[in-house]
């Protein structure tokens, strides 16, 4: 099992901003590089009043936080560091009111660096091909619950709630999508889009599900509407599984998501879920 790294071990490896602008420089360029203006190959020094480095032959500079969301941030770079580190070692996510504590900064600066962070970490995540056995449900996240609707415009007896959408492979990733209606139309695409054809898909018996044969899967049921849960393999454990932290991680830490930044809180913890290893 790895060592956990501590916050003593992160302000350690990253006392200043100097510390953390030679990290990106290492990450991005390496520890020597072909020279974009000159060509020849060897080490770029640091350059004392700007966050860059020169080339040593032609002095030629190379910024580390150029086409970044770092690049035009008038916060200090160490505290963009220890903001990443956060949430990247929390397992329900991080508040902009916990950030603005933990930098002290003000709450609009920390509320924009919890966005950009979680940008980057769906970015980083990205969606790869699930195959195997998948699972395929949908949630409801906000609002307030009311009576089932026969016009088909709120899904499963939903008021005023924001519909996600999410697949996941057995011991795999997770893939999750904000969809306008649990209809055939919104839940189908993204299945036939992230989930290599020939893949068995369990989930429940709701009618849109239906179709997957047709799209060249293996589908199987449970009927929860008469408490059956698992059915052999099939079963959608692994994805209730996974929409029960994510509900409880947005109560307990955020209290409420909107519908606009939903998708960037999704990518955030699906980046969490899929990296656990």
């Given amino acids: 099992m790895a060592k956990t790294f501590t916050v003593q071990d992160f302000f350690k490896r990253f006392p200043d901003d100097d510390a953390c602008l030679d990290h990106l420089m290492k990450v991005r360029h390496g520890e020597a590089l072909d020279c974009p203006k000159c060509g020849k190959h060897g080490k770029f020094h640091r350059l004392r009043k700007e966050p860059a ?30 903001a990443m580190y956060l949430f990247c070692t929390t397992r329900h996510g991080v508040s902009a009111k916990e950030l603005q504590r933990q930098l002290g900064v003000t709450y609009k600066t920390a509320w924009r660096m919890g966005h950009q962070i979680r940008k980057y970490m769906a970015e980083t995540d990205g969606d790869s091909g699930l195959s195997g056995h998948v699972e395929a449900d949908e949630t ?25 959408f999410g697949v996941v492979e057995r011991d795999g990733e997770v893939i ?8 055939t139309a919104s839940l189908i695409p993204p299945i036939v889009e992230n989930v290599k054809k020939g893949s068995t898909i369990s989930t429940d018996e709701w009618h849109p599900y239906k179709r997957l044969p047709k799209h060249g899967f293996a589908h ?3 009927n929860h ?32 998501v909107s519908a606009k930044h939903l998708p960037k809180y999704l990518g955030e913890f699906e980046y969490r879920y899929n990296l656990r290893k």
Wanted: charged share 20%; aromatic share 10%; net charge positive.
């Fill in 53 to 82: 480095y020169v080339c040593q032959w032609c002095g030629h500079h190379v910024h580390p936080m150029a086409g970044s969301f770092l690049e035009r941030s008038h916060t200090p770079l160490q505290k963009w560091f220890y």
């Fill in 220 to 222: 199987l049921t449970v």
């Fill in 225 to 256: 509407s008469a408490d059956e849960w698992v059915n052999g393999e099939a079963h959608t454990n692994t994805i209730e599984g996974y929409w029960s932290i994510l509900k409880r991680s947005i109560r307990s830490t955020h209290v409420h």
């Fill in 176 to 183: 999750t999508r904000v969809v306008p209606r649990a209809n």
């Fill in 140 to 164: 409801y996240i906000g609002g307030r619950k009311s009576r089932s609707r026969s016009d088909g415009t709120t899904g499963r007896g939903t008021s005023n709630k924001t519909i996600v």
